[in-house]
C-alpha cells in the first residue's frame, strides 16, 4: 500500500509541468488527495465495509470535487488533473499509468445492476470534459480528445475526438484501429453531398402533394356515391 501510495504521489512530476516539489503535490493537487482517500475506501469496499468506504468517498467528494465510487477498481500512477466534476462509476476499472482531466466521466447508460462503466487500460489519457459512457473497453494508450462522448470500444493507440466520438489518428497503426477508420470514412463518404439538399431516401414534395390529392379526390368520390345513393 504504502508503495502504491507514493507512486501515485510521485507521478504528478512526470505529468504536470506545474508540480514543482514534493510540498506541493501533497498539499495543492485534490487528484491526488483524491486517489489517496480512494486507495483507502477500496480497500474497506473489499473488505465488505461498504457504509464506511462510500461515506468517506462522499467526504473525499465534498473536499476535493473529484467522486469515485468505492467499488471503481485503479491501477498504479493513477493521476487525475484539477480534478473538479470527475466522475468515476461503481464498475469502472483502470489500468496503471491512466491520466484524467477535469470534468471527466466513466459513466454508465443503464440502470441495471452489473458491470455498465468503462475498462480503461494502461498508459489511457483522458481529456477535460470528456464522457466515456457503458461497460466497453478503451484499450491502451488509447487518448480521448477533450469534451468527446465516446459510447464505443476504443482500440489501441487510436485518439478519439467529438460527438460521438471518432478516430482520428491510430498511434500504433495496428488493423483494428486503421479498419475502424475506413468504415468512419465510408460512412462520411456515403453520407456528403446531397444535391439541392434532398438525399436519397427523402421523398419529392411534389410527388407526395399529387399523391395526398390523389386520395382526397377518391375519398369525395365515394361521399358523393355514398349521398347519391341516399337522395335516389
Ligand atoms: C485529442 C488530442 C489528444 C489530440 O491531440 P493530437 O494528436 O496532437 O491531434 P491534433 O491536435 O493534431 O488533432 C487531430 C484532429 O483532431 C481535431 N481535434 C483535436 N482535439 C479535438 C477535440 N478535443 N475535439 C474535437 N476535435 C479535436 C483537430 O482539429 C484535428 O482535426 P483535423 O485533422 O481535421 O485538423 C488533444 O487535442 C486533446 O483534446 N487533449 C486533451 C487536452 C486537455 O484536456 N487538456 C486539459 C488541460 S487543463
Redesign the pocket.
Known sequence: MWQLVKEDVTCVFERDPAARNILDVLTCYSGVHAILFHRVNHWLWQRGLRWPARFMGNIARWLTGIEIHPGACIGRRFFV??GTGVVIGETAEIGNDVTL??GVTLGGRTLSAGKRHPTLGNNV?V??GAKILGPFLVADDA??????VVLEAVPAGA?V??VPGRI??CKNQSAKCLELVQDQEAAIRQQAFDAYGVAGDTDDPLESAVEQLQIQVAQLRAELDRLGKRTG
Open positions: 488533473d484539477h482531466y477535469q489519457v481529456g477535460a487518448r480521448i480528445g477533450s469534451n468527446a485518439t475526438v467529438g482520428v489518428r
